[in-house]
């Protein structure tokens, strides 16, 4: 995984970054919309936000090692 993600990940994903106060929330900033979805990543790494739980899992269609996935499920 790059750097880069690394560092975006932990800046958006959590109160500690650079763009502090403004970070992603699982059911507050950030919801799922109870259907199942279909994520698929670019050529690059990616960073999946998608629901892993409950009724409804979400689908990602091709998650390579050194990618990020966050439960957005509350």
Sequence with gaps: MSDTLLLTVENIGGAG???APSFLQPGITVFD???????FGGG???????????????????????????????
């Design 33 to 39: 919309d109870g259907d199942v979805d279909t994520l």
């Design 44 to 74: 690059e790494t990616d960073w999946f936000l998608d629901n892993q739980s409950g009724l409804t899992p979400d689908i990602l269609s091709d998650l390579e090692a050194g990618e990020v996935k966050t439960d957005i499920a509350p």
């Design 17 to 19: 970054g650079l763009n």
